[in-house]
Nanobody, 129 residues
Framework: QVALVESGGGLVQAGGSLRLSCTAS????????MGWFRQARDNERDFVAT????????LYADSVNGRFTISRDNAKNTVYLQMNNLKAEDTAVYYC??????????????????????WGQGTQVTVSS
């Protein structure tokens, strides 16, 4: 089992920045592929970004590419999502997700929420326009 705890959400004005953190426990962090997803009110949960166990091969949703950066610190069991130039449409609950690297079906499925077995409780990000 893996427990994930997100932090760093809050209220920010459009154009501002926030950094989300997600700390994992219960399994060797370096064996996990980590992802961020978000869910706006009445919407489905959407892919935001993912990063491999090594810190390489980051993938981003088109809507955040160039504004958000995913990174990880395996020594701290933590993955980060740096969000810059935030827009009102970025408002959502942001979820951290994890999956055992060995169980990843293929790189093409990393954008699908069903690929991930472990989820955090979510942190609210609200961007005022």
């Amino acid at each position: 089992q893996v427990a994930l705890v997100e932090s760093g959400g809050g209220l920010v004005q459009a154009g501002g920045s926030l950094r989300l953190s997600c700390t994992a426990s219960g399994r060797t962090f370096s064996s996990l592929t980590m992802g961020w997803f978000r869910q706006a009110r009445d919407n489905e949960r959407d892919f935001v970004a993912t990063i491999a166990w090594s810190g390489g091969s980051p993938l981003y949703a088109d809507s955040v590419n160039g504004r958000f950066t995913i990174s990880r610190d395996n020594a701290k069991n933590t993955v980060y999502l740096q969000m810059n130039n935030l827009k009102a449409e970025d408002t959502a609950v942001y979820y951290c997700a994890a999956q055992n690297q060995a169980l990843i079906i293929s790189p093409s499925t990393l954008r699908d929420d069903w690929e991930y077995d472990y989820w955090g409780q979510g942190t609210q990000v609200t961007v005022s326009s």
